[in-house]
């Protein structure tokens, strides 16, 4: 079981994790298990006061390090009793390095994450420095919290258990699984307002299914996400179909097809 313990003032937000999809099934089947810890909880004020402004002067208020320390400790010695031998502390921040394909790779090695939600201008940088395994970012901008940015990392991670998904292949099919986005889906109707679904797909060949499938994943690639293609480190043959694929279109990269 992969343990995720989530350090956040708003506990409720998470419960969108266990009360949906995919993750839902999950956990509800014990493939994961899901706690939150409230740093009000670690007060030692009447107020359960959590934040302060920062010394220095400036615009809001920075989460304080007594409270969170100890919520940290608290989840970590939660995971090391379940039988995680040391567990990873990630903080959700837009100064993290960014989540990508390769970052939840690395991560599901972990058998446990304590994720901090930090709120506000930030953290006290003490708790990051003696704390804080990684710091990762969902991408460059900002939201009001690490709430929704850490649900995002455990959906990331919960799609790559054992089990999770009804057919083990989507997770391996995903966009960016083999570093490139994933070709177009079609489904019934066969003609849908004057569109069609493209012949191949109907023929019953499997082979020319995934030769159709993989030129469209290199040239939906190059398209809309050149800085994810290598040209020189393709081989000949996806060589040939980024060809025969820029030849059927006139697209240049980084542009998507209009929508008339």
Known sequence: MKHFDVITIFPEMLEAVARHGITRRAL???????????????????????????????????????????????????????????????????????LTERVVRELDGEAGLVIVAGRYEGVDERVVERRVDREISIGDYVTSGGELPAMVLIDCLVRRLPGSLNDARSACEDSFSAGLLDWPHYTRPE???????????????????????????????????PDMLDESALSKEDRKLLEEYRDEHTLSPGRRPGRG
């Open 28 to 98: 509800e089947d014990g493939l994961f298990g899901l706690k939150t810890w409230d740093p009000r909880d670690f007060t030692t004020d009447a107020y359960r006061r959590v934040d302060d402004r920062p010394y220095g002067g400036g615009p809001g208020m920075v989460m304080m390090a007594e409270p969170l320390e100890a919520a940290i400790e608290a989840a970590a010695a939660r995971q090391r009793d379940a039988g995680v031998a040391r567990p990873l502390v990630v903080l959700m921040s837009p100064q993290g390095e960014r």
């Open 191 to 225: 003609a849908w307002k004057g569109a069609a679904v493209p012949e191949v797909l109907l023929s019953g060949n499997h082979a020319a299914i995934a030769r159709w499938r993989r030129k469209q994943a290199l040239g939906r690639t190059w398209e809309r996400r």
